[in-house]
């Protein structure tokens, strides 16, 4: 149970809004191209695994019917400084993940925040693959970002995950190739 995560995989998936003053931000771009650096830029802080120590560890399977859900209440100073990215940021932001398939595993997610009309949601399967001393996690889907006020949706996709040294001290990396689009603009 060491190589084990204490979390389920639909927890993990929050991590993604752990700064959820950045998405937030996203509507706040006062033109296409700024919003998208934005979601771009939320996309990127995601990443942030905010784990607690240096090891790469497993999340638990979800179970099919398996829900996690959270919220963050949010409210920034209105000047930016070294530990807030997103100045002037108030409301919240709620998070729902089902696992909606257990063949293939499919997960999903939904967050939203009506103060500024901004939504994401998200369908992902993994697949797996061994890779000698390492695991290869492919995230196959495409989470779309809604800017409700703008008429706009960012499509994006996300990176492999690499378990790295699964046999002595492992650690994890992320690879691949992720898009972010606008057909909108």
Known sequence: TFILERKSLLELF???FSHPDIFMSISDGSSPEE?????????????????KGSLAKKPYNPIIGEVFNCKWNVETPNKP???????????????????????????????ECPDKKICANYS??????????????DM????????L?????????????????????????????????CPQT
């Open 124 to 137: 992902v399967w993994t697949k797996s693959k061994f890779l000698g001393i390492s695991v290869g996690v």
């Open 35 to 51: 919003r998208i650096l934005r979601a771009t830029k939320w996309l990127l802080t995601s990443f942030h695994a905010g784990r």
């Open 14 to 16: 929050a991590n993604c």
């Open 140 to 147: 196959v889907g495409v989470g779309t970002i809604h800017l």
């Open 81 to 111: 400084s070294s530990a807030c990215i997103a100045p002037g940021q108030t409301g919240n932001v709620t998070f729902l993940a089902e696992q909606v398939s257990h063949h293939p595993p499919v997960s999903a997610f939904y967050a």
């Open 149 to 181: 006020e703008h008429g706009e949706k960012y499509h994006f996709t996300l990176p492999s995950t690499y378990g790295r040294s699964i046999l002595t001290v492992p650690w994890s990396e992320m690879g691949g190739k992720v898009q972010v689009t």
